[in-house]
């Protein structure tokens, strides 16, 4: 009766005080409101755990760890901790670019991780040489699905030569392959 409903209620205002108070906490929170990307945002907790065997395969390959929910958005939190989420965001923004079939769509979204990610001084500028950027920008004067492929290599190869061997050293890694 009574006493159930008014446990049920304190319950619910903490709930909601727990709920607030997450989101006072991140005043800048409204920052990453504004994804220019039609990214989904990545929800670890849902992403099946991998087994052991699987996230020991991750050790020689930063394919095998990309291809998995879970590694990619344990990954991508490491990479943050780094301040390089950058070459991550690039790399999965040049695998959304691959998928898609219309040239305007196309052209939108090649301007978009451009402006995003090479142009120098670009928000997210990623580390590719000049070589590759020069590449780059004259694949761009017409869009196609290979436009990134030479620089999102060349990210690749970064974080699996860089990246992905300092990854493998963290707690949450360790964890994973106990």
């Known amino acids: 009766g009574k ?49 052991p065997d699987e996230a020991l395969q991750w050790r020689d390959s930063l394919d095998k760890l990309l291809q998995n929910d879970y590694g990619l958005a344990s990954f991508k939190s490491f990479l943050k901790s780094e301040f390089s989420e950058e070459n991550l965001e690039f790399w999965v923004a040049c695998e959304d670019y691959k998928k898609i079939k219309s040239p305007a769509k196309m052209a939108e979204k090649a301007k978009q ?45 970064l974080m699996e030569k860089d990246s992905l061997p300092r990854f493998v050293r963290t707690e949450i890694y360790q964890e994973l392959i106990k």
């Open 3 to 51: 006493h159930a409903e008014k446990s049920n209620l304190i319950f619910w205002a903490k709930e909601i005080k727990i709920k607030l108070g997450i989101l006072l906490q991140k005043p800048d929170s409204a920052v990453d409101l504004v994804i220019p990307y039609n990214e989904k945002p990545e929800k670890p907790a849902k992403a099946q755990k991998p087994s």
């Open 113 to 157: 991780i451009y402006e995003e990610f090479i142009q120098t001084e670009a928000p997210k500028e990623v580390n590719i040489d000049h070589f590759t950027k020069d590449i780059t920008m004259k694949n761009l004067v017409e869009p196609s699905l290979s436009s990134f492929d030479v620089a999102q290599k060349r990210i690749h190869a």
